[in-house]
Every structure is written in C-alpha cells, then in structure tokens.
C-alpha cells in the first residue's frame, strides 16, 4: 500500500479493536541525545510459550477466528486487513520473521541464508540464498524472478499499479539470479538498512508480474502458495476459509490436517467459545467493546421499582461491562485467556495546526502533563497487564533498542511554561485562560473503547490539575480517520501506532515535516500532529540508510529526542492483547511482534 494509504488502515484497524496513530522550532536549546545505550530487552511481548513438537501430536483440526472473510490475501492491496495477514502466513513464505523482540531473523524454511556487502561499500548489494527445496505448490521453485516481480509492483515506480508499499522496494535497482538458481542478487540504488523487511509475505510472480495480476485477491485457489498449509475453502458468503496442508511442502510437516478459519464477530467469541465452536479466538474487542446491558424501558423500570426497590440495577457503563466481560472469559470451562503486550503504539497526539496547540510551549507544557504512569494504571491494570508506560514515539517498550527519552520534554513545572505563554490560572484554581478565552481542548476518543474512556478519563483529570480543561468526543472507527485525523478537526486524539521491526521506514511518515501540495497547501500525509523538522526529516533518512545497528539505533534515539522536544505527541503504553485459547491447543497464544507459526500448532498428546 502507498504509505499514506497503509497509515491510514493501520490507525482504522487497531481503532476497530480498541485502543490499542507546521514549524520548524526546535523546542528546547538543542541538546545532543544520550548516548546509544543497547541492552538487550527485558521482558517479551508475546505470551505463547515454546513448543514441543513432539508433545503435539498429529491430525486434529484447528477453529481460528476471524473478523470476517478478507476480502484479499494479497497484504500490499488497499483492501487487505489484519485476516488478510493472518492467513497469508499459512500461506506465503516470508524471508524473515521478527522474533517476540522484533528482530529479523531469516526463516530456514525459505532462506538458507543473506548478507550485505560492507559499510560503506556502495552500491550495496545483498545475496539471498534461498532454501533449494522451496518451491510453490504448482512444483515451481522460488526463485529471483518472484523477488523481481515484487520489487516492481511495490516499487511506486509503475503508477499502474495500485496499492503497494513504497517503503525499501523504491530503493532497489535491480534483482537477478545469482551463481545458481537458489542465489538472488539485489542490488539498490541507495543505501537501505532495513532490507531485512523486504519481501514479506513474497507472492509469486504470477500474482504480481503486471498490474492486472496484482490487482486479484488470490481468493479463487486460482495462484500457487508456498506454506506449510494450502488453501482448500474461501466462502465468504458463509463466513469460512479452510486450509490444509500442503502436499509439496518441504519443511517440518503440519500437526493439524487442516485450519477453519470461521468468521465470528467480537461480540459473538465468548459464546462461540463457550459452546465449543472455536478453539482460537482473538478477545482484545470481545472484551474491549463488551456492549452494556440495556436500560431497562421507563414502565418495566417503574414496575419493577414498585416491586421491590432494590431488584432496578443502575445501567453499566462501557467499563464495567468490559470488566464482566473479561471476568467472563477468565471463567471459560477448558479456555486460557492469554495476555501481552501488543506492537502498537497507543499515544495521545496534538494537533500543532489549530487552537493554543499552535503554540510550541503550550504543546511543550501539555507534554509535561501528561502522567503516563496514571494512564497506563488506568488502561492496562484492570486488564491483567503491567502498568508500564511508554517513553519512546519509536519502539515499544520489550523492542531491541527500546529507551525511555522522555526527559527530554522536560522536568520543569508546567504551569510555567503555560504562564509563559499568555494563560493565566484563576487565583481560585480552575481552567486557565488568555483574552478571556478558557485553555479548552477538544480530545478525540475511539467510541464504544472501554480501554480508550478509561485512558481519556485519567488524561482527563490530570490535565485538569494543570488547568486545561478537556472535552471528550467520543467517534466511531470508520470516520475517525478521514472525518478527523487527516481533516484535522481536532485538537488532542487517542489512537495506536504500529510497532514493526523497521521503524526508521515506519515510523518515518508519521512524524515527517508537512510540505505544501502543488496549490500551496501543506500536505501532512500521515503525520497527523501536523508539525515536523526537517532535522528529524533527516535523522530519519540516515538512521534508514545507516548498516551499522549500533548507529542507526542511536540515530533513532536522537530522532525519538526531537519529537518529544517538539511536542508532537505523548506516548502513552503499548496497546492489550488478549486471546482465549482452548485447553489442549499448542503454539497459540498471543503473538506480539511475531505471527503462528502454523506448522507447530496443533493439539498436545
């Protein structure tokens, strides 16, 4: 997808599930960031466990939930969604795969191995060595020509093509095949650090060798997979996808002789679980957006007051009924709920385009307001999780790399920069106020989201002890982007960014300078807060192209500095993820960073 595209989709998805995405002052005197500090991480994001495939016995049949039926397994087309990524798992290879820390790793099953030419020896060059015994389910082997044809359907080079993600393929200049079949030699035009990305999921070339190709949704069974399992069934009319495995498959054969992929809503898993017709089941909406029990009608209340005073319960907010909708889960007969830490970003973001946020130092002082530490208390406590608040805009908090930078806002009162600016505090207390205008900001919350109005109530409350005063407005999923975030009608909003494992081209469109559109209007593309540097532009550039890990890391790090100084946005704590799992299931689980991997799962002996 084009990366405004994909940002956008992103945001909209992980809004669905619940919370858990201009001016070139510099803030604060420019201080340089610390220095590159690179631990290894200390906890895991993904709560799965490690499997024995000799205590997974074989045969059994798996029943995975689905939002719905995708309509597209092609991940890289403007329709495709988190199930379109689910099953292309099962079902394309991916060179790499991120571990529970979100390091690339080449996946033995496709990639016997890759390297780089040295730093600084240009052009760069890297050398895939692909698993000879790799081949796609109509006997053709993997080869250059699928990377090829890849590199140019995602490269932006081809307008025809529609959809596609920009990021690292427009940096390729050529793929061939090597010394062997088995070799790819790709070579780019640019230094790109992050090619580990690249290439996953890989389609075959007869999915994306012309942009009439691109554009099917492979749901036909019609092109060849290379996956553990293949695809049997896509019935979108009745709700199921079923795959099997693979007969060619040439790796650690499959436990269970097949996958149904059963389209349940939210709101119908707990059930689905507990009436056995599920084993796997995504819950973080189940319990996110449990729906409160209705109010009882005016007579019936009336009636049963007058019966018995006490037998009228007050209606639930949407809280509570996330509470008894997760108590309920934990209750499930033969049902584990699985809790972690998701790879997405939840933050507050400021609109650095209207209103007092305009003004760097009231975004500097609303910054410093901000108690993380309340917020994450509130947000993830009744949840089961650790309250950790983020303090990177970059990486989350259990990601190679990851520091907590935000010192760099600030340690000073508040209250003086505010009184810098011109909004003064009643001697009483209350909301401040310059010109007689009160310092009142609108605050965009993901409707129907128990996480998300538990987030906004904290951030509610402690920015009224700094005299700003917050109104809520609760938006449903579908227009909060388009009507609001990129429309720009808003002053703060809550919602989650991806965390991927290359977030110097990730991460970069979210935080890039806005640039005027051909009438002169400035164009944010994804960068929501609307404002930008063109230092952090750069840092971002040279932390993509940089080889060395320990220097592109520490270049992050300084851009992830800047951000804080700008005021741009508030990271607040990495988004929940809860999955119900049946007793007996193995290899499923939350996954974090990484995804299934579908030929370990199965039913325990």
Known sequence: ???????????????????????????????????????????????????????????????????????????????????????????????????????????????????????????????????????????????AADLDAQRTAL?????????????????????????????????????YAEWRSLFGPLYPAAATAT?????????????????????????????????VRSPLWWGEPPKADRIDFLATPPEQRLDALDQDRLDVAPLTAAVDRAVPAPTPAPEAADATASASPSAAPPPVAVPEAAALALRRAESLPGVTVHRAAAASLTQLTLNAARGPLTDPLVRRALTRAVDRQRIADAALTPLGLPAAPLGSHLLAGDQEGYRDNSGAAGQGDPAKLLDEAGWARPAGGGTRAKDGKPLALSLLVPAGSATAERTADALTAGLADAGIAVQQVP???????????????????????????????????????PRPDPDGVSDPGGNFGRSGTEEIDRLFDRAAAEPDRTVRLDL????????????????????????????????????GFGWPRFQDVGWSR
């Open 211 to 243: 942009p009439a190709a691109f554009e099917r949704p492979l749901t036909d069974g019609g092109g060849p997979s290379a996956g553990p399992y293949a695809l049997s069934r896509y019935d979108a009319g009745g709700g199921a996808v079923t795959v």
């Open 155 to 191: 490269s932006g080079l081809d307008p025809a093509y529609r959809g596609g993600r920009a990021a690292g393929y427009d940096a390729i200049d050529s793929v061939t095949p090597g010394a062997d079949p088995h070799e790819v030699r790709v070579v780019f035009r640019r230094p």
């Open 556 to 591: 992050l790090q300084e851009a992830d500095v800047r951000i804080w100084q700008l005021g741009h946005s508030v990271p607040l704590y990495q988004r929940p993820e809860l999955v119900g799992v049946r007793t007996g299931v193995v290899g499923a689980g939350a996954y």
């Open 1 to 143: 997808m084009r990366v405004r595209q994909l940002t956008a989709a992103a945001v909209a998805l992980l809004l669905a599930a619940g919370l858990g995405g201009c001016s070139d002052d510099p803030g604060p005197a420019r201080t340089p960031a610390p220095a590159p500090v690179l631990p290894e991480p200390t906890a895991t994001t993904g709560d799965v466990g490690p499997v024995d495939r000799t205590a997974v016995r074989d045969g059994g049949t798996l029943r995975w939930a689905l939002d719905g039926v995708p309509a597209t397994l092609n991940v890289y087309q403007g329709a495709a969604n988190t199930d379109s990524a689910l099953l292309a798992h099962a079902l394309y290879p991916s060179l790499f795969r991120p571990d529970e820390h979100g390091r690339l790793l080449p996946d033995p099953d496709y990639l016997a191995g890759a390297e780089s030419t040295p730093p600084g020896q240009l052009p760069q060059v890297v050398t895939y060595r692909l698993n000879p015994r790799a081949v796609w389910s109509d006997g053709t082997p993997v080869s």
């Open 475 to 513: 938006v449903p999923a579908g227009s909060f982007v388009g009507e609001h975030l990129a429309a720009g009608d808003y002053d703060l909003a809550l919602f989650s960014w991806p965390a991927g494992p290359s977030p110097a081209s990730e991460q970069r469109p979210a935080y890039a300078k």
